[in-house]
């Protein structure tokens, strides 16, 4: 149960209207399985929603009925070890659809990082569109494909890679999220605090405050505030997040 405070607030309980024809996010997420012709049928099933920041949206442990898909905003996603240590296991913007579970329960738990606008979808009522659309039910495989490469990949930065190597990896990752055919953004924003990163990276707050200090040093990055990153080498860059540079 959601504290007041946290509670996210429903804009359309009754559907999303014509908010699923003018999303931003359907050209990045799996709506864009479903025809202009058909997205009234989309929208039906949809709630759209908003959370302020520390909005939880997904509790872990809690029966999967629903997938969240986000428009607007970005999302932390975590797990709590017993001792009530918190590790990041990845951040979800624009296009995310979170709540792919493997079994009856949520595997983690969401929370809004910033104003987060998103649409939440019964899953039963998901399962009935896909046998009309099965180009959807391709596209809910790759991204269950995807989050399983982004498992393994960051497996990979905490088992191996180094503080340096570790930003590195995440600043490049960033600069791809909303971009197309793995392009890149030279300036882009990062609205999770340096404890955010910290937590996803396996490293403390100190250790990523002095590797962003160096990157800045070093003329790999610049930093014009505490929420702002341009990349001044992004072939360097990209050089030491695989271990290259």
Excluded: W
């Excluded at 030279?186 to 999770?192: D, I, R």
């Amino acid at each position: 149960m959601l504290a007041p405070s946290t509670r996210p607030v429903v804009l359309d309980p009754h559907g999303a209207g014509n908010a699923c024809a003018h999303c931003d996010a359907r050209s990045h997420s799996v709506c864009n399985a479903v025809p202009d012709s058909d997205i009234a049928r989309l929208a039906a099933i949809a709630t759209v929603s908003h959370a302020q920041p520390g909005t939880t949206l997904i509790q872990e442990g809690d029966p999967a009925t629903h997938f969240f898909n986000i428009s607007a905003g970005t999302v932390r996603m975590y797990k709590l070890l017993p001792d009530g240590r918190r590790q990041i296991t990845g951040f979800a913007g624009m296009g995310h659809f979170l709540g792919l579970a493997v079994s009856d329960t949520y595997a983690f738990s969401a929370e809004a990082i910033d104003t987060v606008r998103y649409c939440r979808f019964s899953r039963a009522r998901v399962r009935t569109l896909l046998d009309d659309y099965p180009a959807m039910e391709k596209r809910l495989l790759e991204v269950a494909s995807t989050e399983l490469v982004a498992a393994q990949d960051q497996m990979l930065l905490l088992g191996r890679k180094t503080a340096r190597e570790r930003l590195a990896s995440f600043l490049m990752t960033q600069s791809r999220q909303g971009v197309f055919c793995h392009g890149t953004r030279a300036q882009f924003v990062l609205p999770m605090s340096r404890g955010d990163i910290a937590d996803y990276l396996g490293l403390t707050i100190e250790t990523v405050s002095r590797t962003f200090t160096k990157l800045r040093s070093e003329g790999f990055i610049d930093i014009p505030s505490a929420t702002e990153i341009t990349i001044r080498a992004p072939v360097a860059l990209e050089g030491m997040a695989t271990g290259m540079g």
